[in-house]
């Protein structure tokens, strides 16, 4: 694994296995903010929360570029037959995608004209909190909407979720999500079986927790070892090289 680089200098195994540790003894649904925080060490919780969705994808892309290589092993099963799909897909690629502009977005659609911002991870967080998709979608409108104009006529931020037709909703979705792509990466798997199309939704944060879920523990596993056979502190056994562990623990096993 290598050290990942933030705002703050170097994230190194220290730091990471602090980020999991937090993670564990907490909630899951805090992980995606505890690991974004692990992608830019010199960012504050509120910082952190005002970003665009896309950008913290992106950050959290760059996280595991950074960690653990450009290669992404995905494995998704097909919605039809049910085979097992194995793929990769490049970590950078996805870690360079364009950063969303800050200017408000606009839509016209018959008499409405609405301007409105990205979702932040905050916004995606309250939505995260509403029944269903519906007054999710309802509820980003209403919270990212900066102008909203009926038949020219301003109409207030109160009164949109009672007055804005299911079709703008929808064309705000679309531009939103045209304009920052990597807040939803989804994949179109082609499997080789049966030919059938499955559409998967790549959750990054997921997906790298896993991953440090798994460092983590092979990493306590390594401490152990190396505490037991030479009577290191786990500072001291932290402070070593992966390289310099490993061989360390091909000594141990050899003995």
């Excluded at 049966?194 to 939704?201: L, Q, S, V």
Aim: hydrophobic fraction near 45%.
């Amino acid at each position: 694994m290598a050290r990942a680089v933030g705002p703050a200098g170097p994230v190194g195994p220290v730091e990471l296995l602090a980020t999991w540790e937090a993670g564990l003894a907490g909630h899951a649904g805090d992980r995606p903010l505890l690991l974004h925080r692990a992608a830019r060490p010199g960012a504050g919780t509120d910082e952190l929360l005002s970003v665009p969705v896309g950008e913290r994808e992106a950050d959290l892309f760059a996280l595991r570029r950074a960690l653990f290589g450009e290669r992404m092993q995905v494995r998704v099963e097909c919605g039809a037959c049910g085979e097992a799909m194995e793929f990769d897909l490049d970590a950078g690629a996805l870690a360079s995608r364009a950063v969303p502009s800050e200017a408000p977005l606009r839509v016209e659609v018959d008499d409405w004209a609405v301007e409105f911002r990205l979702p932040t991870v905050a916004d995606l967080a309250a939505a995260g909190r509403t029944d269903g998709p519906v007054e999710a979608r309802r509820l980003l409108v209403t919270r990212c909407t900066v102008r909203a104009l009926r038949d020219g006529k301003p109409v207030l931020p109160g009164q949109l979720a009672d007055l804005l037709p299911e079709r703008v909703e929808r064309r705000i979705a679309e531009r939103a999500a045209e304009a920052d792509p990597t807040a939803d990466v989804t994949l179109n798997v082609s499997c080789p079986e049966c030919g059938d199309a499955t559409r998967a939704e790549l959750d990054i944060a997921s997906y790298l927790w896993t991953e440090l879920d798994t460092w983590a523990r092979d990493l306590m596993l390594d401490v152990h070892l190396l505490a037991t056979a030479y009577g290191w502190s786990e500072p001291e056994i932290l402070a070593l090289s992966p390289l310099r562990r490993r061989y360390y623990l091909e000594l141990c096993a050899d003995a």
